[in-house]
């Protein structure tokens, strides 16, 4: 289970080895090694298994993992995107991994392929039963282990930063991929974006700050809901950190704007990646210093301040709950959660 | 100066009234208003006026301000890039500032103009002697009062993202700029990037984890130098956040990447907007459970722990220090002076 201030999607547990990115003889040897792991992506969604083989009689989902064997031909097509991922975080090595010349045992390499060749096709690779791509990224990506989801979480947002970058965004030329996928070069040699170090080049990710508004009473906090949101839901306000804005800024500006609520003390909790498609989620405990609520209703349908009772009710899921908040595996659910841990008598 | 956890170029003077963005009749209303404020940017450069006349005789730098009547020509031209900075967050309103409709007095609006005319005929635009379009934003946008720092920051990361996506990542078509300057739209009617919401379209900050990491011993701390630093300078380390990644796993990455060190728990302090182009810097203090030092040449020429009290002469700048640090405008020096504060006896 989850360490207090760990997120899903925060688990690291490979080693991302970035010094072996520029390392071509490394990388290739990798990729035709027996033991090393391949996982699958069409259209941003990993290939997974579902079962319901759970204690909790909960449907587990796990990542499809290939050989070599399997994926040879894939990576040979013109449109497949390859990344490496890192090597396994191991203590003990096991006896079938690979030895180099001086009888060192080396961890299990991970790639992660995206491949748009036809969907039931690639599912015929796999040799288990009842496996698919998920649709629903943001509900259908919660359900792997705290391992896997991170792991899913670097193969995804960099593989969606690939599908969204694929031209210079200086000049408009194609690019190609380098640096085992960490890195997209401008093809046209007079591009101003060779000269020099240039983010445009580098996988994004875009800073988001989520937040906890206390009441200046400390016994209420500030909730909202998109229109989007399921019926009932309610959760942290959130928004894009802008050019030039600090965390603690961001906070104020983006309450102020969806709530019209005026923001005092900031103060960091922890923070999540979320890769739909490839955000850092900054959040923050933030103190209200007024009380009156005026919702932005192009992004918020409704903001209300609720009691700590109708909280704790909630996150128990008690008889009948005033309204639910996200899933565990979301940090506005973790920031509720440390809340009501923080001050309550309980 | 600075409060406590308030670095250089966070300041935020203006308020940028996003919900305006989109409202092109009061854009255009505010563009022509006499009392707005305009900063004209060459080559990223803001244009400044640097006089000798500071209290300690040190140069301060001020920012060349425009009315609308200086720069209406400029704003005709098809190069011209020009982005809504927002208004003053002004208490008292002036006399002289504008009346709305039911007599309520506006702030001055600010907005930056980027443009590629010839940086001579452009300073002849100002009344002011000794104006210039500075050529090292490193040491020279250093210079200004946290006021001005401030809207520095927020304009020039912003133009320095318009100077870098004029053409759609996703399709290479060229954009179009949107909503006071915080949107490109692709100009290709059939891209996808126009299909619901995307990051390519809004302005890019990339996330850099910068930290002092602190010995298992608590009375050193570690600090590197890259071969393009002045001699004699060490400073924290740093590095990009990966996507997947959260702030604490990417120091702990980037601390063992470049120097060998092994760091347990890390600590959010502060952070900073750092607009060369556009990083936003998050400072972490961390601490080392591994004391052994091997540097990533490529990246560090040199990591060394420095024992607290060669750290606090080199602040005190002492007779011969053994070293020198960042200038006090950098988030590196206060996360120094952060530790030296936080458990010294001084
Ligand atoms: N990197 C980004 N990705 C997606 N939307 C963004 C981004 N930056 C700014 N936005 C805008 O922010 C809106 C969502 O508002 P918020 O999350 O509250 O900042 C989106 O509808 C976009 O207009
Ligand atoms: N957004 C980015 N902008 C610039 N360089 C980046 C970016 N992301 C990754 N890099 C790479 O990171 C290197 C600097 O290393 P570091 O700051 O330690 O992560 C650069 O030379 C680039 O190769
Ligand atoms: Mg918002
Ligand atoms: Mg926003
Ligand atoms: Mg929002
Ligand atoms: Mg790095
Ligand atoms: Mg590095
Ligand atoms: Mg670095
Ligand atoms: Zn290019
Ligand atoms: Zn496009």
Redesign the pocket.
């Known amino acids: 289970d989850l360490n207090q201030h760990e997120n899903y999607f925060n688990r690291e547990t490979l080693d991302r080895l970035a010094v072996k990115r520029t390392d071509k003889v490394w990388l290739e040897a990798k990729q035709n090694n027996p033991d090393t792991v391949y996982l699958l992506f069409s259209n941003l969604s990993p290939m997974v298994n579902s079962s319901q083989e759970d204690d909790n009689a909960r449907v587990e989902t796990k990542l499809c993992r290939f050989r070599y064997e399997a994926v040879k031909e894939l990576l040979e097509k013109p449109a497949t995107v390859l990344i490496f991922l890192g090597v396994e975080k191991r203590k003990k090595p096991s006896s079938s991994s690979s030895k180099t010349e001086d009888g060192v045992q080396e961890p299990p390499a991970w790639f992660a392929i995206s491949t748009n060749e036809d969907p039931a096709a690639l599912l015929k690779l796999c040799r288990e039963k009842n496996c698919s791509f998920p649709k629903l990224p943001n509900r259908d990506l919660l359900k792997f282990s705290e391992e896997e989801a991170g792991v899913v979480a670097q193969a995804r947002s960099t593989l969606a930063w690939h599908d969204r970058y694929s031209f210079c965004p200086t000049c408009g030329s194609s690019t190609k991929l380098e640096e085992g996928g960490y890195?997209r070069s401008c093809l046209n040699s007079d591009c101003r974006s060779l000269k020099g170090?240039?983010?445009t080049c580098?996988?994004?990710v875009c800073p988001v700050v989520i937040m906890l508004v206390i009441h200046p009473d400390g016994n209420q906090c500030l909730l909202g809901r998109k229109k989007i949101f399921p019926a009932g839901m309610f959760s942290c306000l959130a928004g894009f950190i802008e050019p030039g804005e600090a965390i603690e800024e961001a906070v104020r500006r983006e309450v102020e704007e969806e709530s019209g609520v005026k923001v005092g003390p900031v103060q960091y909790v922890s923070c999540q990646p979320w890769p739909m498609p490839s955000n850092l989620m900054i959040g923050c405990m933030a103190v209200a210093i007024s009380t009156d609520i005026k919702v932005d209703e192009n992004e918020i349908e409704e903001a209300r301040w609720f009691p700590r009772q109708q909280v704790i009710d909630s996150l128990c899921r008690g008889a009948s709950p005033a309204f639910f908040v996200p899933p565990r595996q979301t940090i506005a659910h973790q920031l509720i959660k440390h809340w009501i841990g923080m001050n309550s008598n309980l």
Chains 1, 2 share one sequence.
Do not use: C, G, L, N
């Open positions: 890195k170090v240039h983010s580098y996988p994004q």
